[in-house]
């Protein structure tokens, strides 16, 4: 397979389930894991466009790649579709919940379903999908689960109090589940990005850019590849005595 990865980061012949991966900061993520060696799957819920699309790019690579669709939230889905990669693959060893959504408004016009979706989809659906994985995990007595939270969950945001609270609540989760696995073998971590020129910040003009930039101490956005080299390094053996962190890459907006 081609790969421009550092040799250190080989993850040959193991299985990855990467939520929320037909576009953005996911399919970033699929695509390094792919290079790396990784059987990759891409989950998505509604956009099989784009995940057809992220597939063909993997492809492309000469990576083992496959679309699994499901809604993170339905755990009869999960349990079918992850029964389903384990009976292929006779394991899985790395889980990034990256599924998320975003609502945002001023909490005096946030309405009741743009709270609950966004804490459904980014707290129940992790929930969720790392119950079910973790039980694969733990009789494999091996893992990886890396979470997709926010600098929002950190310092909070005007206009985001439903995203923040949930990205808030992944970072307790972490730390918790690592706990609870660490005896099994199963490493869970965080990474925490902070904007980042993919996705949710799609919706912003140039001028917008640049003055949000002006308060990042590397006075620029993040790039997607940011973020999934550190999944990466979180899923590598580089990182086989970390759990329970939570890992920034917000170019210094919050330390």
């Given amino acids: 397979m081609k790969s421009d990865v550092v040799p250190l980061v080989q993850l040959d012949g193991q299985t990855a389930l990467v939520t929320g991966a037909s576009r953005g900061l996911g399919r970033s993520i699929a695509i390094l894991l792919a290079k790396a060696g990784a059987h990759v799957y891409v989950n998505y819920a509604h956009d099989t466009g784009a995940a057809e699309a992220t597939l063909r790019l993997l492809k492309d690579l000469g990576a083992s790649c496959f679309l699994t669709k499901f809604d993170v939230c339905n ?43 966004v804490l459904d989809t980014n707290v129940f659906g992790t929930f969720v ?46 730390k918790a589940l690592a ?43 993040g790039e997607a590849e940011d973020v999934a080299h550190a999944v990466l390094f979180l899923c590598s ?3 086989n005595y970390i759990t329970g962190h939570i890992l920034r890459v917000n170019g210094g907006l919050y330390m």
């Avoid at 990669?85 to 609502?103: F, P, Q, T, Y």
Wanted: charged share 25%.
């Fill in 129 to 174: 999908v790392s119950r079910r994985v973790a039980k694969t995990m733990i009789r494999n007595r091996a893992g990886r689960i890396i979470n997709i939270t926010s600098v929002a969950g950190e310092m909070g945001n005007a206009g985001q109090v439903n995203y923040s609270s949930a990205k808030g609540a992944l970072i307790g989760f972490t």
């Fill in 179 to 221: 706990r609870e696995l660490a005896p099994r073998n199963i490493l869970v971590n965080a990474v925490s990005p902070g904007l980042v020129a993919a996705g949710m910040t799609e919706h912003l003009s140039d001028t917008q850019v640049q003055e949000i930039a002006q308060h990042i101490p590397l006075r620029r956005l």
């Fill in 75 to 117: 755990a009869a889905q999960v349990d079918e579709h992850v029964t389903g990669i384990v009976k292929e693959h006779g394991r899985l060893d790395i889980l990034v919940n990256n599924a998320g959504v975003s609502r945002d408004n001023l909490l005096g016009r946030l309405k009741d379903e743009d709270w609950r979706q």
């Fill in 237 to 239: 053996r580089m990182s």
